[in-house]
């Protein structure tokens, strides 16, 4: 009568670990490739090192409006002591119109675009088209020329809200 139960038993200790190994993610642990995931938006994502400086450019993207502006998307943090300021942000060798705050305190973000925006920046009459990619330049004071890919997304979803 024990033979069964032993039988049974070890049938499902054999199937549980089967099941658990074979499930397993072979790169699992702090380095698995799941959890080295950075970019979880459509904007690019940059951090800035030089010359004593430290800028992180987060969620930086273009959106396009109907008469073929683009407004800039996105959030600059100086993570550095010494204040930076952006002095420009290019398309497509066009300059934007940049209003609001410009000067990067210490952790005190520059917003563009949303609820909480502290700067706007528009490109007018850029030629904008949604789902292309233009490059882009952001020249800061202390952090030099920043060099970057960014999409242009139409005004959809999240973006649905942004204007000139």
Same mark, same amino acid.
């Given at each position: ?9 070890? =049938? ?24 080295? /995931? !950075? ?5 690019? $994502? /940059? ?7 430290? =800028? ?50 210490? $952790? ?25 990619? =233009?490059?882009? =330049?952001?020249?800061?004071? @202390?952090?030099?020329?920043? !060099?970057?890919?960014? /999409?242009?997304? $139409? !005004? @959809? $979803? ?5 204007? !000139?």
């Amino acid at each position: 009568m024990r033979r069964p139960h032993i039988k049974n038993f070890s =049938v499902a200790i054999t199937t549980a670990a089967l099941a658990l190994s074979l499930t397993a993610c072979s790169g699992a642990g702090p380095n698995a490739a799941t959890r080295l /995931i !950075k970019q979880v938006t459509d904007g690019v $994502d /940059i951090v800035v090192n030089q010359d004593g400086s430290n =800028v992180a450019i987060s969620n930086f993207l273009l959106v396009a409006t109907e008469d073929g502006s683009a407004v800039v998307v996105g959030t600059i943090v100086n993570r550095s002591q010494e204040a930076d300021e952006l002095l420009s942000i290019s398309a497509a060798n066009v300059p934007a119109t940049m209003t609001g705050e410009l000067n990067l305190l210490q $952790d005190k973000p520059i917003r563009f675009e949303g609820d909480i925006a502290t700067s706007k920046a528009v490109f007018d009459s850029v030629g904008a088209r949604a789902g292309n990619n =233009v490059a882009v =330049v952001l020249t800061f004071a @202390r952090a030099g020329v920043v !060099k970057l890919n960014a /999409i242009i997304r $139409d !005004k @959809r $979803d999240a973006y649905a809200g942004v204007t !000139k």
